[in-house]
């Protein structure tokens, strides 16, 4: 990202009892930073989206037990109580059990008096880690954006992505964004087309922010014109994040993800899904059946925010009566996936391609 020091989530430098945070529901608005100063704030901040995606959810997860062993008393037992309540919140994004994890095995090992130092450490090095293994997705990535600069002469890139899987959505960079800032700042003509990704406008909202931000061509478009898109020729690729990835590669990613892949694969446009290695869920084979859906509040559909008067203004579009569904993500099968673009260099998604890059996690 143009901007190397901007970060989703820190530590008060005047203050180490309060994490910090974007609100990123008053996105694109307003600019509000949040203070989080218990376990229970980072719950709130989970639960309803001041943060959302899923390196920045492991992340406020493992800063929130950070806040549960700073007030505890005792401090291991009260991370214990956090970790519980913080699992239940988001059951689709798998790097929130992994972050839970992490941390719980230093309880595990610590004492008391030493965990909430300990675990603001290795909260630090999440993100730290995260920034770093962004950036290697957005270079292995950059490679994919090359080869069609160079097919077209130089000429405009055309990029898909959907929902927000950019810097907002982890620490800095983000998964399906790093690419692109990347080939921006190499000089690539790059351009996004950005899904609105209704219900909750991740892509107007967020992703369109970030991108206006630093800098990068883009256009918005709702969820339904990809498909004409690439009929016409005006999508090279389709990068786009994901929640949980199986390790035969399956991806869960926000709800609309699937259709992309359909339309693209009718179309012969490669369609790329951009992880961590900390998304992949070694547990789990077979996605669709096996990934848990996470199914949210029916206000996200039947009401919409935006701005009037000069006022962030929520009003109900439809009629109260109407009975609504809410599913969050879908899942995309492995077969309609050209790659997986990882810290590690991009392979094939399937249990083989997976291997080939983390083979000590294939093998457990
Ligand atoms: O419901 P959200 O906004 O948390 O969903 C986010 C996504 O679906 C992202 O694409 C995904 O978490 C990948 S973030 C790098």
Redesign the pocket.
Known sequence: MADEGFRTIWLNPDDPSIVQIIDQRKLPHEYCIQDLTSWQDGLVAIDD?FV??????GATAAWSLYLAALHGNPAGAAVRVAAAKLLAS?P??V?LGWAVERILRIVDSTTDADLAQQIRADAQAICDEDVQI?RAIGQHGLTLLEAISKRKGGGTINVLT?????AL??INW???TAPIYLAQQQGLDVHVWVDETRP?N?GSQ?TAWELARNGVPHTLIVDNAGGHLMQHGQVDIVI????RTTRAGDVA??IG?YLKALAAFDNGVPFYV???ST?IDWATRDGVRDIPI?E?DSTEVSHLTGIANDALTTVRTVMRTTPISNY??DVTPARLVSGLITERGICEASEAGLASLFPEEANT
Request: with cysteine; charged share 20%; hydrophobic share 30%.
């Open positions: 989206m959302r995606g899923a390196p920045l959810i988001r689709t994004a790097n962004c959907h929902c927000n899987a950019g959505a982890t983000g998964t399906a909750r991740q967020l786009t994040g994901t929640d990613n926000k993800t951009a992880l961590p998304t996470e949210r969050a993500f």
